[in-house]
T-cell receptor, first 116, second 110 residues
Framework: NAGVTQTPKFQVLKTGQSMTLQCAQD?????MSWYRQDPGMGLRLIHYSVGAGITDQGEVPNGYNVSRSTTEDFPLRLLSAAPSQTSVYFC???????????????FGPGTRLTVL | RKEVEQDPGPFNVPEGATVAFNCTYS??????FFWYRQDCRKEPKLLMSVYSSGNEDGRFTAQLNRASQYISLLIRDSKLSDSATYLC???????????FGTGTSLTVIP
């Protein structure tokens, strides 16, 4: 199993450009999510999905779009990049919550994005 | 108020020392609790889940105090390889969101 994969590892954008960060998992996890990590802020949830065709907003969704057409893939789109979106982006997946609670999340290696 | 709060440290301890981290959470109905470890410029990885009765994994012990709304992580006999940032994670009993603390930095010194 490859686990959670993310591409690209590094990206530099100019203000106003758009791009898609790719995320894929091969563990048949229903739950997938995107976080950004900034110094002193911890990981903040951008969007998440509980299954194909179902997405929802997290804590910091503005400026980002997601879709979930398959169980495996969960791309994150930056619509018009801004310097405030300079960050490290992590994708994660897990089995869906049960009545007993949440399961371990597995993280991808991250994408380091700089917006000039 | 933040969902989860941690002392950022840094904690600098000698090899062999015992060190403890606490993490407080604001939602009394929180359901699941975890400790993750993150090495510099790497992704977070699960260290251990935290169960109501407390649990131990080798040199690591996790405790949950629902009355005071905090979780703790105790590391005994610290190793150089324990140097990392430790993140506490809490989930509510409703919704599908994981809330992360900002992390506590640990450096174990030879």
């Amino acid at each position: 199993n490859a686990g959670v994969t993310q591409t690209p590892k590094f990206q530099v954008l100019k203000t106003g450009q758009s791009m898609t960060l790719q995320c894929a998992q091969d563990m048949n996890h229903e739950y997938m999510s995107w976080y950004r990590q900034d110094p002193g802020m911890g990981l903040r949830l951008i969007h998440y999905s509980v299954g194909a065709g179902i997405t929802d907003q997290g804590e910091v969704p503005n400026g980002y779009n997601v879709s979930r057409s398959t169980t495996e893939d969960f791309p994150l789109r930056l619509l018009s990049a801004a310097p405030s979106q300079t960050s490290v982006y992590f994708c994660a997946s897990s089995y869906q919550w049960s009545s007993g609670g949440a399961y371990e999340q597995f993280f991808g290696p991250g994408t380091r994005l700089t917006v000039l | 108020r933040k969902e989860v709060e941690q002392d950022p440290g840094p904690f600098n301890v000698p090899e062999g020392a015992t060190v403890a981290f606490n993490c407080t959470y604001s939602n009394s109905a929180s359901q699941s609790f975890f400790w993750y470890r993150q090495d510099c410029r790497k992704e977070p990885k699960l260290l251990m889940s935290v169960y109501s009765s407390g649990n131990e994994d080798g040199r690591f012990t996790a405790q949950l105090n629902r009355a005071s709304q905090y979780i703790s992580l105790l590391i005994r006999d610290s190793k150089l390889s324990d140097s990392a940032t430790y993140l506490c994670v809490v989930t509510p009993n409703t919704g599908n969101q994981f809330y992360f603390g900002t992390g506590t930095s640990l450096t174990v010194i030879p």
